[in-house]
T-cell receptor, first 110, second 114 residues
Framework: GQQVMQIPQYQHVQEGEDFTTYCNSS?????IQWYKQRPGGHPVFLIQ?????EVKKQKRLTFQFGEAKKNSSLHITATQTTDVGTYFC??????????FGKGTLLTVNP | EAQVTQNPRYLITVTGKKLTVTCSQN?????MSWYRQDPGLGLRQIYY???????DKGDVPEGYKVSRKEKRNFPLILESPSPNQTSLYFC?????????????FGDGTRLSIL
């Protein structure tokens, strides 16, 4: 079945450093979604990427979808303490099933 | 306000005592889903429903039941809970599965089965 691998599992950074999390799918995806879960909270939708090679930005966050539509990344520039949380990617396969990666827990030292 | 409401938020119970976690959404979404979240394992889908009276197994359905008698409600039933079902549970909803719309999550239900 469809698998979505996400690395790293944990990342601790100093405030102001950059952060990147990566997702890789075992199959070609029709789209990929990114979610953020704050500590004690629920996952909240951030963005969706649909096109091959697509790049989208939200302030300090940059999202990329690979040319082969099998991998994606989320990059945060100059992290802040408000960025703390777990970031999940979720890939949608050809059968429309949405499969979540295991998430990357980001902690930021002020 | 558009939302997904789960109840209860927290529950401590004992092995074998049937329980139901309710989920209700007010967005007229067709698609609803249950996930469990465990440390190091991420979000794993338990069951999902494409519409009223249409449900299907996700990746970890054993020990759970669901029903979808109305569009807005999608309860999760544990007929005979066991300690390995201790987890954080999330209900989510969205427009149809093929609509490429985001999932809206409830606030979560933390279950402890002793």
């Amino acid at each position: 079945g469809q698998q979505v691998m996400q690395i790293p599992q944990y990342q601790h950074v100093q405030e102001g450093e950059d952060f990147t999390t990566y997702c890789n799918s075992s199959t070609t995806l029709s789209n990929i979604q990114w979610y953020k879960q704050r500590p004690g909270g629920h996952p909240v939708f951030l963005i969706q990427l649909v096109k091959s090679g697509e790049v989208k930005k939200q302030k300090r966050l940059t999202f990329q979808f690979g040319e082969a539509k099998k991998n994606s990344s989320l990059h945060i520039t100059a992290t802040q303490t408000t960025d703390v949380g777990t970031y999940f990617c979720a890939g949608r396969g050809s059968n429309y099933k949405l499969t979540f990666g295991k998430g990357t827990l980001l902690t930021v030292n002020p | 306000e558009a939302q997904v409401t789960q109840n209860p938020r927290y529950l401590i119970t004992v092995t074998g005592k049937k329980l139901t976690v309710t989920c209700s959404q007010n967005m007229n979404h067709e698609y609803m889903s249950w996930y469990r979240q465990d440390p190091g394992l991420g979000l794993r889908q338990i069951y999902y429903s494409m519409n009223v009276e249409v449900t299907d197994k996700g990746d970890v359905p054993e020990g759970y039941k669901v029903s979808r008698k109305e569009k807005r409600n999608f309860p999760l039933i544990l007929e005979s809970p066991s300690p390995n079902q201790t987890s954080l549970y999330f209900c989510a909803s969205s427009w149809g599965l093929n609509s490429n719309q985001p999932q809206h999550f409830g606030d979560g239900t933390r279950l402890s089965i002793l």
